[in-house]
């Protein structure tokens, strides 16, 4: 595993308040940041919001086939009755 080095200059009075949040949680500074910079990161979206926007208006032009609902429901309906038969 690579290690990479990340410096990050806060004040005194936000360094103690990282630190005491990271001493009630049992963690180290270190382990505190990494842990709040990976939800950071695992809770931004893999595409843009414009992006996603662009995506959604391009594939709204087109027609896709579709069935009746009430048909696709049965349907749907009969394939977990059928599934519960099968085990």
């Known amino acids: ?13 936000e360094f103690q308040a990282i630190r005491s949040i990271a001493e009630r949680r049992r963690m180290t500074v270190s382990e505190w940041v990494r ?15 414009g992006a996603r926007l662009a995506a ?12 009746d609902i009430e048909q696709m429901l049965e349907e749907i309906g009969r394939g977990y009755l059928a599934a519960d038969t099968d085990g």
Request: net charge negative.
């Open 35 to 49: 842990t709040v910079l990976r939800e950071a990161r695992e809770g931004q979206p893999a595409m843009p919001v």
């Open 56 to 67: 959604l208006r391009e594939a709204s032009t087109f027609e896709y086939p579709s069935g």
């Open 1 to 13: 595993m690579s290690k990479h080095r990340l410096q990050v200059l806060v004040d005194e009075d």
